[in-house]
């Protein structure tokens, strides 16, 4: 294990804002883990925990000792007939996760394709895409606890995953270290072809009986139209979470809004904040180095050279106009730093 000091961390967030971290270690093992927390408890350092990166903003060079999580492997620990069980380590990449889900024939993971981060990232926030969240081929993962250091396995329920939300971004946030997840995957595949563009774009690839193969290419090519590529233009994905609003007020905006755009859930009604934002007038606007996306306003992008303030900033001006017009406010998705 080697700590470095006065690290850019520009190679690892998506964005790639170039910010300090006085202090930067990379774990390969639990046992790194425990030792990098011992350092930073002598030398009464706080601890950020580094993943893909892709879901930060830095707004500030970080006093801390910055640890990055490499802990790879995937390991089955026990296979059915009809399911497999699956442990792998948080630093691996999820995407690569997903393909070797695929190449085996593990079905669940299909549709969650091209999302970018790492494995130990992804129960935090829950992630999701086109009709499928973590939460359906979620086990149970193993933590270390940032001051006892004390071990601890968290089964699903103990998550409380949440529409981009889990008890690691509320009650425990800050608390806990993931770094392993056990996922259950399917050997006998249930499709989820019936979200956003997924069947248009299997029938324009020429296929008449899906497969784990078809639609996760299905999904990439869905995910590449729309969304920049982190490696060509910075970015942290969707910006700011979807909005969910009570019924009697989508009711009263639909008035003013016939054409907004909705869908229905236990808590009111969801809208597109992407829809907001481009109906604020936001989409594809440019300031400097920094912007909205041009195909999928959710997205803020960092051109080269642009500032975590300047992005920050974008985004409080971006809510405060979303407020103005629709009374709605959008909460962000990506963590500030
Ligand atoms: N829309 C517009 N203008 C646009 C783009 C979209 O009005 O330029 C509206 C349309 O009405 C469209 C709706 O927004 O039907 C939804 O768009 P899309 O299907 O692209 O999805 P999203 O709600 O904007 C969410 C996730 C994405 C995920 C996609 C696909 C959140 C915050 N974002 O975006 O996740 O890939 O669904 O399932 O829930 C991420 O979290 O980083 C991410 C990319």
């Known amino acids: 294990m080697n700590i470095q000091e006065n690290i850019s961390l520009q190679p690892f967030n998506?964005?790639?804002?170039?910010?300090?971290?006085?202090?930067?270690?990379?774990?390969?093992?639990?046992?790194?883990?425990?030792?990098?927390?011992?350092?930073?408890?002598?030398?009464?350092?706080?601890?950020?925990?580094?993943?893909?990166?892709?879901?930060?903003?830095?707004?500030?060079?970080?006093?801390?000792?910055v640890i990055k999580i490499e802990i790879s492997g995937i390991k089955v620990l026990e296979e059915s007939e009809d399911e497999v069980i699956v442990e792998v380590g948080a630093g691996e990449n999820w995407h690569t996760f997903v393909l070797h889900c695929i190449e085996n024939d593990w079905a669940g993971a299909e549709n969650l394709s091209l999302i970018p981060g790492t494995v130990g990232a992804s129960p935090m926030q829950n992630i999701g895409a086109y009709g499928i969240e973590i939460k359906e081929i979620f086990k149970s993962l193993h933590a270390i606890h940032r001051d006892t250091l004390h071990e601890k396995t968290f089964d699903a329920q103990d998550c409380r995953f949440g529409y981009r939300e889990s008890v690691f971004k509320s009650d425990l946030k800050d608390q806990y270290i993931i770094t392993k997840v056990v996922f259950i995957l399917?050997?006998?595949?249930?499709?989820?072809?019936?979200?956003g563009a997924i069947k248009q774009t299997l029938e324009e690839m020429g296929i008449e009986?899906?497969?784990?193969?078809?639609?996760?290419?299905a999904v990439i090519q869905i995910r590449l139209s729309k969304l920049p590529d982190p490696k060509e233009i910075g970015n942290a994905g969707?910006?700011?979470?979807?909005?969910?609003?009570?019924?009697?007020?989508?009711?009263?905006?639909?008035?003013?809004?016939?054409?907004?755009?909705?869908?229905?859930?236990?808590q009111g009604v969801k809208i597109p904040a992407a829809w907001l934002i481009e109906k604020t007038g936001w989409k594809g606007?440019?300031?400097?180095?920094?912007?909205v996306h041009k195909n999928q306003p959710l997205v803020l992008v960092n051109y080269g050279g642009g500032d975590g303030n300047e992005i920050k900033l974008l985004s409080e001006n971006i809510q405060q106009s979303v407020f103005r017009k629709f009374g709605i406010m959008l909460h962000p998705e990506v963590n500030f730093l």
């Open 285 to 291: 606007k440019t300031f400097g180095s920094i912007g």
């Open 186 to 195: 399917k050997k006998k595949p249930t499709f989820h072809i019936e979200y």
């Open 209 to 217: 009986e899906p497969s784990l193969r078809s639609i996760s290419q």
């Open 14 to 65: 998506t964005f790639g804002i170039d910010k300090k971290a006085n202090f930067f270690v990379k774990v390969k093992t639990e046992d790194d883990v425990k030792k990098a927390l011992v350092f930073a408890k002598e030398s009464k350092l706080p601890v950020f925990i580094l993943g893909g990166g892709s879901n930060i903003l830095l707004t500030k060079d970080l006093d801390a000792l």
């Open 238 to 266: 969707s910006f700011f979470k979807n909005p969910t609003v009570p019924l009697e007020f989508f009711e009263s905006l639909k008035k003013t809004y016939p054409e907004m755009p909705s869908f229905p859930n236990e």
